[in-house]
Each structure stands twice: as C-alpha cells, then as structure tokens.
C-alpha cells in the first residue's frame, strides 16, 4: 500500500478505545448517551435507578435482553436493597462481572448485557442476559436422509455449540473464539477436538482468518469466500454442512467445524474431495446398504457430467462406434430438425437451468406452474416443434436429474458448470478433446489442495486411512483415521 | 502450505511406470517387432528384457549405494562434470528422439484411425497442448494423475484381452520362433532401446516419500509392464498369426475392429479407445516431463518446467519431418533404436566401472 492510502480510523473509534471509567455517573451517562445517540436510538435505554443506597444508572438495548431477568435479578434487588453493600452482592445473576473501560462496556452492550454504573464508583457491571430470537431446532432441510437424526443447526452460535457439546460429551472438544477484524467485529468459532487436530492445520486456519480485514463478514458463507485459497476455482475447499451428527462425525477424525452466530451452518476444513460425496446416511446404513447408494450416486456423477459431452462426440465423430439400429433410430429422430446436434444439446441443457434456477427463487403458491410449463414446453412441444429430437430430451433430463442426486449442495454447482465445459470440448474435436478436457479436469482436481490437504487423498497420494472413497469399509475394520490430516491420534480402534 | 512433504509412493510410480512402459504393448511397437519376427513377437520383448535386466539393475544397484543423487547426479558424481555432461546429453537425445519418433506414430494412428480428414497437424497441437498443460503442474500431478485414472486403463486392458480371448486360437502361436531362433533373438536385443524409459525415469529417484519406494515402485511397475506387454502381443500373435500379423500397423485398434460384443455392438473399437488415449496422453505427459527435467538437470535449470514448451514444439517440428508413417517407423525408428541400443546397455557399465575406480582410489 501506498502511504498515501494509509487507513484512517474514524476519531470516535480511536476514542472509545481509550476513555476509562469515570468516577462520576454524570460524566460516564452523558459519554454513553452521546455515543449510543440515546432518544434517536429507539431500543437503547438508559434507565436511572435511585435505591435507598445510592444512585445506579442501567443500560441496555430492550429488544435483545430478557426483560423478565431484568425485573427479578437487576432491577428489584437494587431498589430494595437496604444496606451499602457491593453490587455483585445485591444482584443475583452468575454472569455478572466488571468492566473498567468504555471499550468493554460497548462489547457487552452489544452482546446482549445489561451494564450497571454506580455512583462514585470507577468500575461498571456487566450482566449477560441476552435473549436473541432466533430459529428453532429444525430438520435438516438441503441434507436429508432416512435414518440417521434429524436435528439440525440454528441461527444461534450457543446454540449450535450446545448441539456439538450433546455430540460430542468430551472436555476435548474445545469451542475457540477467534474474532475477525471487521467492522462490527464478528467472532468465530474453531470447534475441534484437542486430542486429535493437527496443531499445523489449525494454526493456518487461525492465521488465515485473522488475515481477514474486509468489512461485513456476518455469517459463513461469506466467511467461506475470504478463507478459500483458490475464490475462483470450481471446486469448493470446504465442506458446508447443516448436519450436527455429520459435523461431530468430521470433528472425532480430526477435522475442523467452523461456525459463526447467524449461520444455521458449520464448515468443514480442510477437505478432500470425496467428502462432497459421501451422505452421512452412508455410515448409518449397513455396510452393503450403504455402498450400494454411493454406487448409485457415483454412476449418477459421471451421468451427469458425460452423458451430454459423450453423445455430442459420438454422433458428430464417432457414429462408428453406434450400433448400426440405434444410429439409425437416432437419425431418424433428427431427421426433421435443422440445429446441429451441440446447439440442440445446449438449447435443452440450458433451458433445464432455467427450470432449475426458476425453481429455486419462484414463491412457493407459483411452484406448481413451473413444473407444467417445464414439462409441457420442453418435453412435449419442443419436441412436436422439431425444434430438439425426442432422445435429447432424454439425455438431458437424464444428466439433470442425475445432478440433483449429488450429496453436498457445494459439489452441485461444480458438477453443472463442469458438464458446460465438456459439452463445449466434446463439440470441438470429438472424444480426443473431449479426453483432454477430463484430463485436464482431473489433473487440476488432484493438483489442489485443501489446507494442506491433497484434494484427491487417500486415493493418490495415500496414505493410512479409513479408505473412505468411492466406497466404505466395514465399520469394524476401518483401523485408522484419515492420515492426510496427520491427526495426533492415528489409531482408531 | 504443505502438510506431507513428497507425497508419492509406490502406487503412484507404479502406475507412471505402468503408463510409460506397459502402454508399449498398445502403440506401434509390436509392429516394428512384428516385421522380422513374426507371430514370435511376444517372445521379443522377454529377450529385450533380459538383455537389459543386467544393466538396469547395475544402475539401481548404483543409485541404492549414492543414496543422495538421481540420474544425471549419479553421473556427473562418478565421471566427472565434463563426460558427464557429454554423456547425459546423450541419453537426452536418445530419450528425445525416441520420444518424437513414438509421438508421431500414436498422432499418425488418431488421425489415421479416428479423424481420417483433419490434418495431422491440428490433432498434433491439440495433443501437445494438452500434454504440456498437465506437465505443467508438475511431477506430483502427473503421478496423481496416472493413478487417479489407472482403473479406466486397466478396465479397458482387461476387457480387450477377454473379448480379444474369445477370437484368438492358440496353435497360432505355432512356430514357436517365428522368423527364424536367430532373427528373433537379433530383434530382440537390437531393439531393446524401445523399452528405454525405465532407465529415464531413475531421474526421479529422489522425489518420492523415501527411495526405497521407488525401488518397490520401479520393480513393481516394471514387472507389471513386462506381463502386460508379453501376453498383449502373445495375443496378437494368436489373433493375426504367422504371415499377416506383419502387414498390420496398429495391431492394438486392429485387434479390437476384428471383435464383436454379442449382436448388438458390433464395433467397439472406439468404446476401447477411451483407455488408449488416456494412457497416450498420460505416457507423452510423463516422457515429455522426464524429458524437460534431464535436460534441467543437465544444465542445472531450477524451473525446468518453463522448457515444456520449446522441447515439446521442437519435438513436433522434428517429429513432422518424415514424410510418412511407414517412414517414421520402419525407417527412422527402427535405425534409432538400433543406434540407441548398445548406449543404454552399456552406460551402467561405464558408472560401475567409474565407480569401482573412485572406490579403489579411496
């Protein structure tokens, strides 16, 4: 940076930052009023409280504390106190503590405390009892499956560290706070387990996060966006999951869950890439079961990113290959269309987006009509148009529906997008490019990493491992915990 | 930041070797071989092997004691900066003109095979761009690479050899020797230098987990490659037979045109040229990789990887120059090998005797 861009820290923070308590309520009143723009400020209160022994004077933002507490432990023991004695004796609350400077009161103010100034005194309590609205304990909503629980986190950190604690009942797990530098300041939370995390892996999270000096991060999924190594890569470096049961599974192998309050989410670092493909629901099921899904899954991923690219190369340059009935069936059915078989591919491909990006943010009373439009215009009159032959239509709904089998809503995007890159390369020299592009593909999946984490282990490079790839092992004889991570405790069993 | 440093190990080298080597079984070597011997083909690479085995395993032998060094270290350590030079740029030609000659061939073959109207030219830039892109990331990518789709490869292997296995007949394989004990033998060993990656790759003895895995890697993939190459030709030799198995150019697409899978699917040979491909990229990433690094090695280039671009275009150039297929192979490829042959025997040799010497110095 130039110095002439140097940053310029506005003069009332750098005051804050400094101003100590003082020993007058009427100085230390009109500093916060100033500062809170008491009477503008709609919910801030600034409440003064005149006991049989002294004056106290409250603050306090009405909408996120528990006006009932307030009453009970704050409000009432002050005024019916008969006796000169110490604040932290008069009201009863486990969370009251001290605070000397303005800087900690406006943290408290902020976090949902109540902050009582006593005349004559230089110090001034804080009382946590905030009462933040929040959602309930839901179902999970993107990350479904049959067996397994069904809770899932909620907008609320202490809520969802609460959830992790019921997971995981170990004075191991440990709930750091680290706070980024923006502006409000936001905390995050690292939860892992001490035994089992590798000290290098959470040091390079902590460092990337206090590296963090853009303003407005409030929640994780923009969090997500500062902490990746590669913002514009296809391929996500962090598992998002809403899943507690799935985050506990990561965190007793030695992963990291970070969370934030106002996210109904955790993320998981650092990651390879089978995680995006693995459902929690595959441990739950048995062995076979399980296996079995992830078979149907895996040949749905490779549907949904060749299937379109392969028919485009194999009738433009291979028809060779096709056997002589089904070339001329598939003739026949292009006999009256004019479009080039890529345009036709991409015409429907890019008209099933549109169904799918329309359905997403369509208002729910208008779903149902996006389903009949789809259907009938696509599938029906496009096809009566002579506008796409009917076998496209079924290649594309086929790759389309085979993208919404993918496990992890992150992994989608990279599937959609990849499956344009193929059809473009497919459309230019037939399978040689279309074989170079996946190479390439590949060859750039398996180059990334994760944290440190190769993005491809334990497949290549390998190492000890639950060998949790494209399939699982039996519970029973998955030895060791994911050695890519180098965790502290390498013995599972 | 990097968690594990050199990751590699054996199944990564295994596979790269597997690339490199074994895909040897599906170019156009077998032809070359096929032109002499006959329907004894499957008996040329055992009689290159062995002829070769002792040399390779002098050089290993040679690497495991100077435990520090890889190839071009290992000369320049034992005969000096001056011969070393000369004689790692040797070997680097060898390697580089073996490269360009198999490299024309395979872009001759898709062209040939797959894309008979466009020019080889277009198909040669697009298969280079390609290669050198992935050479690009380097060696750990290449590695990774190789295994992540080691199982497209192998599932294609196997099912050519099933479907080939329903069409072969075994008394083909009768005479035993084909064009004559004597002419067998003679190709063999003068052509054993087709097989001369194995002792390029020793370039990378040092970047792998710990080197004893790229002795478990090296003899691992080796031998695999050995089983791959001997009964992929002792199948074209019981597919094609003595007398017309050398009129044909690409044994590998010819031996998966002849087969049927059931009445439906009556041409797969394109189903089989998924894994072929693959592997052709993969082989040229990895010799082209090899490549650029013996010659940074040779003349001390910390980022060899910037020469990617001028080796692979001047392979292009050269490799262009023969006016035909039949040309490249039969002429300039055959005469190469012949030349490169007694090289790669004897400079394991050389380094043993050069290091017996340094020995008795001491």
Redesign the interface.
Known sequence: MFPWQKKKKTEAVAKQKNTKISRSLKENVAYLEEQYLYGTNFDFNSKELRGSTGRYHLFYYSTIIDTKQLNEHIVTPLLETKRDIPVPRIVTLSSLSSVKNMDEVEKGLSAGCVIIFKEGMSEAFEAKIDDFKHRAVEKPENEKTVKGPKESFTESLPVNISIFRKQIPSKDLIVENISIDSRPTMPVSLVYARDLV?E??LE?IKKRIKKITASNIRNIEILEQFLEERPASLFPTMLYTERPDNAGNYIMEGYVAIIMENSSSCLIAPITIWSFFHSPEDRYLRWAFGNFSRLVRAIAYFITLFVSATYVA?TN??S??I???LLLAIASSRERVPLPIVFEILLMEVAFELIREAGIRIPSPLGPTIGIVGALILGQAAVEANIVSPIVVIIVALSGLSSFAAANYSINHTLRISRFLFIFAASM?????L??AI??W??????I?S????Y??P?????RSPRDTFFRMILKKEKWRPG???PKDWDKQ | ????KK???I??LTAMIFMIIGLKGGDTTPALFADHAQNAIWIVPIISFLFLLGPFLILMHLLKKYKNYNLIELIFHLIGKKAGTLLALLLFTCGFIAMFTDMRNVMEE?NYL??PN?PTL??YV??LT?CI??AN??L??????A???LPVIIVTIIAVIFVDLKEAVLVRIFPLFGGGVGTVLFEGISKSAAFLEIFLITIAYQSFHQTKYFHSGIYLGGSLSFMLIVSFYAVYAMLFDYNSINNIAFLYQEATEIVALGH????????F??GW??SN??RFIIFLYLICWIFGAIFEIKRFEGLLLPIGFIAMILSLIPPSFVVNEMFFRERSLQIMTPIFFLFPFLLWVASYWKDRKK
């Open positions: 590798n290098e892996i390079n194999i340059y291979h060779q290959l056997p002589i009935d020299y037939g399978l040689l490019s074989l170079g190479l390439l590949v060859a750039y999946v398996v180059s990493n944290f440190g984490v190769s491809f282990s497949a290549t490079p390998s190492n890519f991570l180098n | 930041m990097e968690l594990n990751p590699l190990r199944r990564e898709i797959y894309f466009s277009v198909i697009i298969f390609i892109l992935v990331k380097g750990e990518t290449i590695g990774s690479l295994w992540a789709l439906f699917f009556t041409n797969i040979s394109t189903l040229m998924v491909m693959f990229f993969l």
